[in-house]
T-cell receptor, first 110, second 114 residues
Framework: LAKTTQPISMDSYEGQEVNITCSHN???????ITWYQQFPSQGPRFIIQ???TKVTNEVASLFIPADRKSSTLSLPRVSLSDTAVYYC???????????FGAGTRLFVKA | NAGVMQNPRHLVRRRGQEARLRCSPM?????VYWYRQLPEEGLKFMVY????????ESGMPKERFSAEFPKEGPSILRIQQVVRGDSAAYFC????????????FGSGTRLTVV
């Protein structure tokens, strides 16, 4: 299972765009990149998943360079309610043994 | 369509007692996964079950821990003779067969062993 490295914490202000980068140097050919969000006292919530290039949905964008050794989660115009821990995961599609690291604690200020 | 339901939300047990954690997957989901989260850490996989089958329990301690997902009713994670180190948040997730959009997690059960 590929290991990931992401910043421990980040601060931002309301209305700003936030980019969280994750490194996964030993990603395998059949691995997907998935991001989850977790609020205190709740389970993780799926945000977005991608394999290469760019993926966008109603809440975020995921940018993956050609070598796939890193990925960037982009949250447009964050609000206070986006304060949470964000996990970057790398695993084969449906990989249930996915390793959750410590994640990135995003703190959005008013 | 209710999400993944876990109960109880909070559970306090004395050392040596048994803890039973329940998980009802989302409607239409046939796969259940249990994870444990210690404070300030990420989730660690414990066990993967389908109805009446344990598919992978490689993340679950060999002693005192067991899990089941019967034909009828919720999945149960059972911890016998709890110790203080078992104190953690236990999350259940479920997925349909294809798992293309990740897993749906419950709100967890916070077990405190006193």
């Amino acid at each position: 299972l590929a290991k990931t490295t992401q910043p421990i914490s980040m601060d931002s202000y309301e209305g700003q765009e936030v980019n969280i980068t994750c490194s996964h140097n030993n990603i395998a050919t059949n691995d997907y990149i998935t991001w989850y969000q977790q609020f205190p006292s709740q389970g993780p919530r799926f945000i977005i998943q991608g394999y290469k290039t760019k993926v966008t949905n109603e809440v975020a964008s995921l940018f993956i360079p050609a070598d796939r050794k890193s990925s960037t989660l982009s949250l447009p115009r964050v609000s206070l309610s986006d304060t949470a821990v964000y996990y970057c995961l790398v695993s084969p599609a449906g990989g249930f043994k996915t390793i959750f690291g410590a994640g990135t604690r995003l703190f959005v200020k008013a | 369509n209710a999400g993944v339901m876990q109960n109880p939300r909070h559970l306090v047990r004395r050392r040596g007692q048994e803890a039973r954690l329940r998980c009802s997957p989302m409607k239409g989901h046939s796969h259940v996964y249990w994870y444990r989260q210690l404070p300030e850490e990420g989730l660690k996989f414990m066990v993967y079950l389908q109805k009446e089958n344990i598919i992978d329990e490689s993340g679950m301690p060999k002693e005192r821990f067991s899990a089941e997902f019967p034909k009828e009713g919720p999945s149960i994670l059972r911890i016998q003779q709890v110790v203080r180190g078992d104190s953690a948040a236990y999350f259940c997730a479920s997925s349909p067969i294809d798992r293309e959009e990740g897993y749906t997690f419950g709100s967890g059960t916070r077990l405190t062993v006193v």
